[in-house]
Nanobody
Framework: QVRLVESGGGSVQAGGSLRLSCAASGSIFMFNAMGWYRQAPGKQRELVAGITSGGSTNYLDSVKGRFTISRDNAKNTMYLHMNSLKAEDTAVYYC??????????????WGQGTQVTVSS
């Protein structure tokens, strides 16, 4: 069973930076895509940034230019570098990984989440 473990969350003042890490229990080569989602209280979970196995990335409009997603295949780890943090970035951040199986179905894996709190 694949496990994803996030770390790096915490409390920071507006304008500050954090780096989230998502460590997989196995090789991340198996994943077709990985991403970071977040969920603020009373809001739906939303995709913040995604990265494919080929390295293509996409971002939520509100974080473009501030957040950077990356993956280190050798370390089986995905990262989210967050700069110029704003109060509205406060949420629980979740690591996600998707794997397309040989029969065409998609397996979804989730981490347990890490809290990011930005104070203004």
């Amino acid at each position: 069973q694949v496990r994803l473990v996030e770390s790096g969350g915490g409390s920071v003042q507006a304008g500050g930076s954090l780096r989230l890490s998502c460590a997989a229990s196995g090789s991340i080569f198996m994943f077709n895509a990985m991403g970071w989602y977040r969920q603020a209280p009373g809001k739906q979970r939303e995709l913040v940034a995604g990265i494919t196995s080929g390295g293509s990335t996409n971002y939520l409009d509100s974080v473009k230019g501030r957040f950077t997603i990356s993956r280190d295949n050798a370390k089986n780890t995905m990262y989210l570098h967050m700069n110029s943090l704003k109060a509205e970035d406060t949420a629980v951040y979740y690591c996600n990984a998707d794997r397309i199986t040989g029969i065409g179905s998609t397996l979804h894996y989730w981490g347990q989440g890490t809290q990011v709190t930005v104070s203004s």
